[in-house]
């Protein structure tokens, strides 16, 4: 079965510091990748997503980027954190045979960052 | 871009109580998604809508899409304490599977 991994869980990052969050997913192969960020426990903003290895779509131009440099693995990275950038980051694969209907995405447990 | 409207946005209710919310597109879409986001957790499909006018159950959870493929609405029978969290329904909104997302239903059940 396939599972996806999210760390770290819990960060806590001082304003200009860099960022590394990191997303793997097992059990699939050549799986779409998406990076989603949640403010204030509620709505959901894509921020990037991958169909590929070095493929990365950027939907909303901003202090982050992402990098795709396995098949499975997709992170999501920052050179200088700004207070805005607190939030809870979710990574999510979907597939063509995700075993409940096409292109469903499946969520990591997310990992909650704050800038102080 | 499309516009996703849910409602309500929140929702305080007694143990046993039913739980109604819908969602509403400003186009036609042939997918409608339900997920639930405990809290500090990822959100977790819980149903799935490919044909206007189907109506699936899963447990005590109802949902249907539209015939007009604009909205769906998702119950929640006979409520308790582990209903609690977001709500959120979702529709494909883009190329390469990308998911729009309502701004979510947070429940909170009153033992």
């Known amino acids: 079965s396939q599972t996806i991994h999210q760390w770290p869980a819990t960060l806590v990052q001082p304003v200009g510091s860099p960022l590394s969050l990191e997303c793997t997913v097992e059990g699939t192969s050549n799986p779409n990748l998406y990076w989603y960020r949640q403010a204030a426990g509620r709505g959901l903003q894509l921020l990037f997503y991958?169909?590929?290895?070095?493929?990365i779509s950027s939907e909303v131009p901003q202090n982050l980027s992402a990098s795709r440099p396995q098949d499975r693995q997709f992170i999501l990275s920052s050179k200088k954190l700004l207070l805005s950038d607190s939030g809870f980051y979710l990574c999510a694969w979907s597939g063509s045979f995700g075993g409940l209907g096409a292109n469903v995405l499946t969520f990591g447990a997310g990992s909650r960052l704050t800038v102080l | 871009g499309q516009q996703l409207n849910q409602s309500p946005q929140s929702m305080f209710i007694q143990e046993g109580e039913d739980v109604s919310m819908n969602c509403t597109s400003s186009s036609i879409f042939n997918t409608w998604l339900w997920y639930k986001q405990d809290p500090g957790e990822g959100p977790v499909l819980l149903i799935a809508?490919?044909?206007?006018?189907e109506l699936t159950s899963n447990g005590r959870l109802t949902a249907q899409f539209g015939i007009t493929r604009k909205d769906s609405f998702l119950n929640i029978s006979a409520s308790i304490p582990s209903d609690v969290g977001i709500y959120f329904c979702a529709l494909y909104g883009g190329s390469q599977g990308n998911l729009i997302f309502g701004k979510g239903t947070k429940l909170s059940v009153k033992p």
């Open positions: 991958s169909v590929g290895i070095g493929q």
């Open positions: 809508l490919y044909k206007a006018g």
